[in-house]
């Protein structure tokens, strides 16, 4: 049964490849001081940068400039970009990039006027906003996160060794989008699958939580096929648009609040992937990978029957006179057949985990108590001790 919910999603969506061209009219809508985030330099190089600006200048639109997002944000980061803010007196925030860019361009709009510690009040306290928010708008570039259509921003304090996702409410959201799937096709390999498993990830994290008949856990299914299907399309040929297209569409239903409509969900991957990332700034798709599977054999005993339907109903395998484990064993191992085939990194220690690691990474891991079974810190030790691989 579905449980009780209310919907809404507030950020409007361009899609396709002219959808640049909304953007001269979405910035009409904002004041003239216009604060450009954005990372490295991808951008600069395969030419958007100059696009944008060049639809900023068109607009008569100030430029504060603010690059440099590093993957994973940093709290440093965030207390220098809300100074840059402050001082520009910025009206408008546009984030041109991934989830980094995007992630760290919600948490400035929400700092600028914040009269405490961001960190302390939205990451350690997990506080509402109740200060000025500056709006923001997206131009996306790489996919995976769906940070262009929902209220998380995930910052990385390395001092105190914890990354932090808050999700934050609909006033956060970005006020529009922009998904052209040609901006993709200069992402790395290495990235644009870490982001095809994040968006498998992100529905996983919903999926696997109760055993009810729900029309949400259907369209997730459907989403986690298109996924597969298209990935392996895209890891073969990186410019076939109709997979790159499926692939940065489903990445925003996978994460834009959608699929978790009246049901309970899980995101421990998330969690244990976020304490990894902690520790070693690895590539945030990767540490999902890397430490998936464990997690799931040593939960699948907890929600068999929705391990089961996972095998039958996303990777095709036959229950016929098999028992449900070993349907489920077998639906695990198409998934972990597919992560080798699209090359996704599998144990921790490539992202350079290592053993005296591993207390501090178990304490870093949030529990949550929304999956078949809530973990207890041995077993969250055991299950990243696994994760190392041999
Ligand atoms: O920095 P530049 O030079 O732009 O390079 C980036 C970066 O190195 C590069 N890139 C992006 N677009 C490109 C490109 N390279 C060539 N061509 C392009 N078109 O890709 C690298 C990774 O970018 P990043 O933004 O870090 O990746 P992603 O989108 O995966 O974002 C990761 C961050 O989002 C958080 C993660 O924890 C991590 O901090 N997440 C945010 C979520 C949310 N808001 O809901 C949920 C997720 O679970 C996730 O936690
Ligand atoms: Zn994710």
Redesign the pocket.
């Known amino acids: 049964m579905l449980g009780n919910f209310s919907y809404s999603n507030p950020t409007k969506l361009y899609f396709g490849e002219n959808s640049l061209d909304n953007l001269n009219a979405e910035l009409q809508k904002y004041g003239k001081n216009v604060l450009l985030v ?6 600069r190089r ?1 030419g ?1 940068y100059d696009k944008v600006v060049a639809i900023l200048n068109e607009c008569g639109k100030n430029i504060i400039e603010d690059g440099s ?5 940093t709290v440093e980061k965030l207390y220098d970009g809300c100074k840059k803010a402050r001082d520009g007196k910025v009206d408008f925030i546009l984030a041109v ?7 760290y361009a919600k948490a400035v709009s929400i700092s600028v006027y914040c009269k405490d510690d961001p960190w302390d009040k939205y990451y350690l306290k997990f506080e509402d906003v109740d200060n000025e928010i500056v709006p923001i708008g997206c131009v996306l ?7 262009e259509m ?1 209220g ?3 910052i ?1 304090n390395h001092q105190q060794k914890l ?1 932090i ?1 808050h ?1 934050f409410g609909e006033n956060i959201f970005p006020k529009f989008a922009i998904l052209n799937p040609i ?6 390999k290495y ?1 644009m699958i ?2 095809i498993y ?1 968006i498998f990830n ?1 529905i996983c994290e919903q999926y696997f939580s109760g055993n009810d008949d729900n029309t949400s856990d259907y369209i997730m299914e459907g989403l986690m096929r298109s996924v597969i299907h298209s990935s392996r399309i895209a890891v073969k040929n990186p410019t076939d648009y109709e997979a790159r297209s499926n692939i940065m569409w489903t990445a925003t239903w996978a ?1 834009n609040t959608l699929v978790s409509c009246g049901k309970t969900t899980d995101w421990m991957v ?1 969690m244990l992937g ?1 304490a990894v ?1 902690a520790y070693t700034d690895a ?3 990767m540490t999902l990978s890397a430490v998936s599977l464990p997690y799931y054999r040593f939960i699948m005993p907890y929600g068999l029957q929705k391990f089961k339907r996972f095998a039958v109903n996303v990777w095709n395998i036959s229950a016929d006179g098999k028992t449900d484990k070993e349907t489920a064993l077998e639906g695990l191992a198409a998934m972990e057949n597919w992560m080798n085939e699209l090359g996704l990194v599998m144990n921790t220690k490539e992202l350079g985990v290592s053993e005296d690691m591993l207390d501090g990474i178990t304490d870093a891991t949030f529990i949550m108590d929304g999956g078949y079974k809530v973990l207890n810190k041995d077993e969250v030790r055991e299950i990243l001790k696994e994760s190392m691989g041999q």
């Open positions: 954005y990372g490295g330099g991808s951008v395969n958007i997002v590093m993957p994973n944000p990039g991934g989830g980094s860019v995007c992630d570039t790489m996919v995976g996160t769906g940070s929902n998380g921003a995930v990385t990354k996702g999700v901006y993709t096709y200069t992402l790395p990235q870490s982001g994040d992100h994460l998330h976020q990332g590539t945030h798709g």
